[in-house]
């Protein structure tokens, strides 16, 4: 059981590019979820899914796009990168909002 | 919005000692409180987690204790050992009809053999 994976796993971009993050989870669970970690400030929100179909801005959704392709596949944009974006990034799923079960993370670094 | 602190940010103990971790939340509503692991370039884990209809709930050397009234909940592990060395994270949740977990900024904990 693979649970949530996340790709890729480490991504140097340049200021202006885009790329896609990809998240999927083999769970059957309903809401997925992106978070950000930066030193010395947890875990912010960017947007999460509540259930197939629907997405909703988190805490700091700013520069960043999401698509819930299917019940599995949860996908984050960033259209134009900024320095300000590099981070690690999080995919995350539930079944109901209890127990978040997490993806080993991207690391991207914006130059 | 919720607001969860989150203190210590760092706790040295000496292995065998027993080491606890506090937040408090802002939101009364708020009403689930998992606490997460993390382990070096690994995602989080919950290792416990707490509803507001519950005191106290244990899991061998790990305990979580709620304090409703005064909004805050606290994580003890006890006979600490150096797997137990790792980041740990508090959140809060409003449950039903909220899917957003808050989290706290992090305890860096390490247990010296």
């Known amino acids: 059981n693979a649970g949530v994976t996340q790709t890729p796993k480490f991504q140097v971009l340049k200021t202006g590019q885009s790329m896609t993050l990809q998240c999927a989870q083999d769970?059957?669970?309903?809401?997925m979820y992106w978070y950000r970690q930066d030193p010395g400030m947890g875990l912010r929100l960017i947007y999460y899914?509540?259930?197939?179909?629907?997405?909703d801005k988190g805490e700091v959704p700013n520069g960043y796009n999401v698509s819930r392709l299917n019940k599995r596949e949860f996908s984050l944009r960033l259209e134009s990168a900024a320095p300000s974006q590099t981070s690690v990034y999080f995919c995350?799923?539930?079944?109901?909002?209890?127990?978040?079960?997490f993806g080993q993370g991207t690391r991207l670094t914006v130059v | 919005g919720e607001n969860v602190e989150q203190h210590p940010s760092t706790l040295s103990v000496q292995e065998g000692d027993s080491a606890v971790i506090k937040c408090t939340y802002s939101?009364?509503?708020?009403?689930?409180f998992p606490w997460y692991k993390q382990e070096l370039g690994k995602g989080p884990q919950l290792i416990i987690d707490?509803?507001?209809?519950?005191g106290e709930k244990k899991d061998q050397r790990i305990a979580v204790t709620l304090n409703k009234t005064a909004k805050h909940f606290s994580l003890h592990i006890t006979e600490t050992q150096p797997e137990d060395s790792a980041v740990y994270f508090c959140?809060?949740?409003?449950?039903?009809?909220?899917?957003?977990?808050?989290f706290g900024k992090g305890t860096k904990l390490s247990v010296i053999p």
């Open positions: 707490i509803r507001s209809n519950v």
């Open positions: 959140a809060a949740s409003k449950g039903a009809g909220s899917y957003q977990l808050t």
């Open positions: 939101d009364s509503a708020s009403n689930y």
């Open positions: 769970m059957n669970h309903n809401s």
């Open positions: 899914s509540a259930s197939e179909g629907t997405t």
């Open positions: 995350a799923s539930t079944p109901i909002h209890t127990e978040a079960f």
